[in-house]
């Protein structure tokens, strides 16, 4: 699985982005799929993660509420959809898969930036 991630771009505090991570290949519907997020100078993080059917979601708790994670196994795509932004949510976000046995998120696309004016 290669994953592309897409969708960023420079907003306003308060305004609202929807990423994309488009994965290759014929078995996304078995991966996990997570987004995680770097600013400058800072760790990267957990952002959100979706379980490969789709049935449990878990969040970064400062983020329960303005962020929602979604996916689309017949399109082969994950998706992050962000709220509100403060500019705070200023990162380059990346999308991961693992296989949904295994424990560790060992697959990355290359990040999308997010910039948002205060």
């Known amino acids: 699985v290669q994953l592309q991630a897409s969708g960023g771009g420079l907003v306003q505090a308060g305004d609202s982005l929807r990423l994309s991570c488009v994965a290759s290949g014929r078995t996304f519907s078995t991966y996990d799929m997570a987004w995680f997020r770097q600013a400058p100078g800072k760790e990267r993080e957990h952002v959100a993660t979706m379980t490969y059917r789709g049935r449990t979601t878990s969040y970064a708790d400062s983020l329960k509420g303005r962020f929602t994670i979604s996916r689309d196994n017949a399109k082969n795509t994950a998706y992050l959809q962000m709220n509100s932004l403060k500019p705070e949510d200023t990162a380059i976000y990346h999308c991961?898969?693992?296989?949904?046995?295994?424990?560790?998120?060992?697959?990355w696309g290359q990040g999308t930036q997010v910039t948002v004016s205060s």
């Open positions: 991961a898969a693992k296989f949904f046995m295994n424990n560790d998120y060992n697959l």
